[in-house]
Every structure is written in C-alpha cells, then in structure tokens.
C-alpha cells in the first residue's frame, strides 16, 4: 500500500533509509540532511540553516527496487529525467511537501566525480564522513550552506588515519588529492575560504580553534600526501584549464512531466 511523505524532513529521511533497510536496499543520505544526522553542532544556533531535500547514495543494481521504494512510500518519478538517468541517477518529488529526493547510483558526479560502490558499506545511515566532506569541499560555487555543513563536520569530529564511527578519515582524504590535482585544487581553495570565513559565524572562541585545527591537520595531511604521476602532470598545466564542471540548476521541485535537467545537490 502506498504510503505518504512525513511533513517533517528529518522524520521523513529518517523514514526512506528505514524502510529501505527492511528492503534490503543500500541508501545512505549525504548532503545537508545526513550532516544534520550526524552532527550536533548543526541544530546550534551558529551554524543551522534550513533543508530543502533529501540527498541520498544508491546503487545501480538496485535501481529497480529503488523506484519501487519510492513510488510506494508516495513519491511522484520525475518521468523524463528518470528515463534518461536513470542509470546514475533518480529524482522523486513530493509534491504535497514541496520537496525531492535526489538520488545518486554508484556515483556522485557534480563539480567532481567520485566512486562510492565500495563505500555505502562502510557506514549508515549516511555515507562515512570522510565522503561526506569530500561531497562538500568539491562545490565550487560554494554558498552559505556549504560552509555551515563543513564547519559542522568538522567541528564534531576529529581527524584520524581511518575509517571510523566518529571519526574524519584524514588519510584517505589527502590519497584522494594526491591521486588527482583538480581535486586537490578545489579542496585547498574551499578549505582556505572557509578559514578565511570563520569569523562571520556565531562560534565561541574555542570551537574556532577547533575547526582550525582540524582544517590545519588536513591541509598538511593534503600537502605532504604523496602525488601521482597523472597529479604533477595536470599541475604543469595549473589554472590555464578548468578542473571542475559546474552542474546545471533547476527548480527544488519540478512536475516531472516537463522539466529534465540537473541540479546541484543540497
């Protein structure tokens, strides 16, 4: 029997990842919704904002059961996008709430691209948070949102060299810039404007020299991270080409009858 979408956002992700798990079907959230579920520091008062949609991480080998997921828990397809992505990526509206579920297969590609098929096993009910932060960091036309998220991450959690609960993977994070230079490039300058912006958020003392620390702990991780041969290649040719894409936007919620581009993701 076909469902309807949660009034409210977090009981409403909180509900799709749920059911998914009864399904045996692998979702994680990324985006703002899965740093409000895995950091404390974004309901404060300094660093909240608002959510728009659901973000979540699939795989390809499921999309059939996926679009079954949705449908039954009372989505509406986006017909036309889902027909001509629909082998990396979904789009569901909820139309009641004014909202969408966006939803990545295998993997995330917007200003950068990253493979997360050996990764959603890692942790749940959200991508690990070394991925979570890559997710972010890779925005190049960064916004207020962006830079409420990262600061969150990274002030409720630590640096480490692994995979953990709690834990920012530092060590795979400085392998991911050392394998590619315009992955490198846009994290160190998103890392920089962050520093830079501290001060406009409502933070004590203490936790800005928290998030500096720790945002310290993984440019020097970044830097010294032993780079590829394809790495110092690209850098020779520096800035003199772009190395991101920037994603098209469309509206939060579309009728799926007409509109089939992309947008960027929450």
Request: glycine share 6%; charged share 30%; proline share 3%.
């Amino acid at each position: 029997m076909t469902s309807t979408p949660l009034q409210d956002i977090v009981q409403e992700a909180q509900r799709i990842i749920e059911e998914a798990e009864k399904q045996g079907i692998t979702l994680r959230l990324f985006g703002g919704m899965a740093i409000r579920f895995r950091c404390p520091s974004a309901t404060h008062r300094g660093l909240q904002r608002k959510y728009a949609d659901i973000d979540v991480m699939g795989l390809s080998k499921q999309s059939k059961e996926i679009k079954k997921l949705f449908i039954d828990l009372g989505y509406t397809p986006r017909q036309i996008f889902n027909a001509m992505q629909g082998n990396r990526r979904l789009i569901f509206n909820d139309i009641e709430q004014g909202r969408r579920v966006d939803i990545f297969l295998d993997v995330f590609e917007m200003c950068h691209r990253f493979d997360f098929r050996n990764r959603l096993s890692l942790d749940k009910p959200t991508i690990p948070l070394v991925d979570l932060l890559a997710t972010k960091l890779q925005v190049v036309e960064i916004t207020d949102r962006e830079y409420r998220d990262i600061i969150a991450l990274i002030h409720d959690h630590e640096i480490t060299d692994k995979d953990s609960p709690e834990g920012i993977n530092g060590a795979y994070l400085a392998k991911m810039c050392g394998d590619d230079w315009g992955i490198y490039k846009t994290f160190t300058i998103t890392l920089g404007n962050i520093l830079s912006s501290l001060e406009d958020f409502d933070l004590s003392p203490s936790d800005r020299e928290l998030v500096k620390k720790r945002i310290g702990d993984l440019q020097s991780r970044m830097e010294n991270a032993p780079k590829s041969m394809g790495w110092k290649m690209r850098a020779k040719i520096g800035e003199k080409k772009q190395w991101y894409e920037l994603p098209e936007r469309d509206k939060e919620v579309v009728d799926s009858r007409i509109y089939g581009t992309t947008t960027e993701t929450k």
